[in-house]
């Protein structure tokens, strides 16, 4: 049992749904990132995505990529990402930490020693985006056998025929991308999302968390209730990126997750 599985095993016996935000990791610098990374949980904030940085990030639409951008022209690197991990754990033993990224970073240094390194700072589980699950003795299944969670993508156009394929070695949580296309794109809709969850529903045991498109309470209460949960990112990323301070950035995000905690 990881983090990740014993949030979501609380949040069932208490009947709600679960609240995920993303942040990246160094954005606008260390201690501003820092700062709101540790007021995540007091905001209602069950999972924490960290973004780890790097300079080609496929998924992601601009406000993803320039917060990318930032953290790298602030010297954010694999190692200060890890620190920034530690740091947080020095005083949040509990919230799971899912770090978010690409595969470059990770082969650059060494699956191994990265899986160990990773373990140690107090990271839960991966979410590498440029992996597919034909790859999985490249990381995925390492991850596993390492403790960590390795929570994989599932889209609109992942089929009946992709999806065993998809939830084979995934564990934590499915990752639900509503919309075709890139971080921030467009606005999830609750009545296409939830015959989606719907139908992998049928196919695994584990939770299925719905990102992208989801930028309001609203929103995030109506995708949560057909779903075990949301995600917020690019909404939470942009308030960053217009430079609003810590506190007024976990504002933002305690209203996203009271709706989410509503549903």
Same mark, same amino acid.
């Given at each position: 049992m990881t983090r990740i599985d014993d949030t979501f095993a609380r949040l069932k016996r208490d009947g709600k749904k679960a609240f995920v935000s993303y942040i990246m990791a160094g954005d606008p610098n260390i201690a501003t990132a820092l700062a709101v990374m540790k007021g995540l949980p007091a905001a209602g904030v069950d999972i924490i995505e960290l973004g780890l940085p790097f300079t080609d990030p496929m998924a992601d639409g601009p406000t993803i990529q320039l917060a990318g951008q930032r953290a790298l022209e602030g010297g954010m690197t694999v190692d200060a990402t890890l620190q920034m991990v530690r740091d947080?754990?020095?005083?949040? *033993?509990?919230? =799971? %930490?899912?770090?978010?990224?690409?595969?470059?970073?990770?082969? @650059? #240094?060494?699956?191994d020693l990265f899986l160990s390194q990773a373990k140690d700072a107090g990271i839960d589980g991966l979410i590498v985006v440029d992996l597919p699950p034909e790859e999985d003795s490249e990381l995925c299944i390492p991850a596993q056998a390492a403790g960590l969670n390795f929570i994989r993508l599932a889209t609109p156009t992942t089929d009946a025929k992709r999806l065993p394929k998809v939830l084979e070695n995934t564990s934590g949580f499915v990752y639900y991308?509503?919309?075709?296309? %890139?971080?921030?794109?467009?606005?999830?809709?609750?009545?296409?999302?939830? =015959?989606?969850?719907?139908?992998? *529903?049928?196919?695994?045991?584990? =939770? /299925? %968390? /719905?990102?992208?498109?989801?930028?309001? =309470?609203?929103?995030? #209460?109506?995708?949560?209730?057909?779903?075990?949960?949301? +995600?917020?990112? @690019?909404?939470? +990323? *942009?308030?960053?990126?217009?430079? *609003?301070?810590?506190?007024? +950035?976990?504002?933002? /995000?305690?209203s996203l997750a009271a709706g989410a905690h509503s549903a």
């Open positions: 947080f754990r020095a005083g949040d *033993k509990t919230t =799971p %930490i899912v770090l978010m990224g690409y595969y470059n970073p990770i082969y @650059s #240094r060494g699956v991308v509503s919309v075709t296309g %890139i971080t921030g794109a467009a606005a999830a809709q609750a009545t296409d999302v939830g =015959p989606e969850v719907a139908r992998i *529903k049928r196919s695994t045991d584990l =939770p /299925v %968390i /719905v990102g992208f498109g989801i930028n309001t =309470p609203e929103a995030s #209460r109506a995708i949560a209730s057909v779903a075990d949960g949301c +995600v917020v990112g @690019s909404a939470i +990323v *942009k308030e960053i990126g217009l430079g *609003k301070s810590a506190e007024q +950035v976990l504002a933002f /995000v305690a």
